[in-house]
């Protein structure tokens, strides 16, 4: 009977503890940047805010014209005829 630590292969490989920055720089990269927006999107209220000022006040005329409809006419049936 062996054991698995005897085979050959089965070493284990000794790793250095990785530093912050040698970690995903994409996923850093990601974290920083949505930050960056939720800081900016706290802060905004707080800088200043835009709006929208009307300096001119141009009148419009606007003329509705409704011509009027022709009445309908009602023309008579005519009278069932008797069998006779």
Request: glycine share 8%; net charge negative.
């Amino acid at each position: 009977m062996s054991s698995s630590s005897t085979e050959p292969g089965a070493e284990v490989v000794a790793q250095a503890p990785r530093g912050f920055l040698s970690v995903d720089r994409g996923g850093l990269v990601r974290l920083a940047v949505a930050l960056a927006f939720g800081v900016a999107a706290l802060l905004s209220p707080s800088i200043g805010s835009t709006s929208a000022h009307f300096t001119d006040n141009p009148q419009v005329a606007i003329t509705f014209v409704v011509t009027p409809t022709p009445t309908p006419t009602v023309t008579p049936a005519p009278a069932p005829s008797q069998p006779s």
